[in-house]
């Protein structure tokens, strides 16, 4: 039988690894490195969104999921709706870099969250028993990778990939 603090660990690196991303596919960071400011409200080919709306939406997610795990009282908004942009591209350069600093830093919060020895990953929330952390990391970074291959597909679309 494995050592409950062995498998508790590793559990906690595997997490942590696929928070950070880039694994077996870019990073956020490098899916946006180099792109071109005229390129953000594009979309490509009738895509049903543009990588603005891609990235305001992993911002979106990414804080509901952080409130949910650690504020009881959070109410997420209104599906999906409030998920999602309405604008195909930012209103300024400062829109664009907020919505990236917050998605780092709400993901590094939640990176501390997982990392916090302290934090059961596996006690069901109060208000739901099928939610716990160790259900949210992995759904946060499953998300966080469909939607940063599909900024990965459509920059090759608009052929400004690597």
């Known amino acids: 039988m494995a050592d409950l603090s062995l498998v508790e660990s590793t559990t906690r690196k595997q997490l942590l ?3 950070e991303g880039g694994n077996s596919h870019a990073s956020l960071t490098e899916a946006l490195h180099g792109l071109p400011e005229n390129l953000r409200g594009v979309k490509p080919n009738d895509a049903p969104y ?9 911002r979106v997610v990414q804080w509901d999921v952080l409130k949910l795990s650690t504020n009881l009282q959070h109410t997420s908004p209104k599906w999906p709706d409030a998920y999602w ?3 195909a591209a930012p209103k300024s350069e400062e829109e664009w870099q907020n919505s990236i600093d917050q998605i ?3 993901r590094q919060k939640f990176i501390d969250l997982v990392s916090d020895e302290d ?4 006690e069901p929330f109060a208000t739901e028993e099928n939610e716990t952390i160790f259900r949210f990391a992995l759904m946060m970074a499953d998300h966080n990778s469909y939607h940063i291959g599909q900024i990965v ?3 090759r679309m608009l052929n400004s990939w690597k």
């Open 119 to 122: 934090v059961d990953l596996f």
């Open 17 to 19: 690894a696929l928070l």
């Open 85 to 87: 942009p309405k604008n």
């Open 153 to 155: 597909l459509m920059r």
């Open 104 to 106: 780092l830093s709400d």
């Open 50 to 58: 543009s990588i603005w709306q891609l990235v305001d939406h992993i």
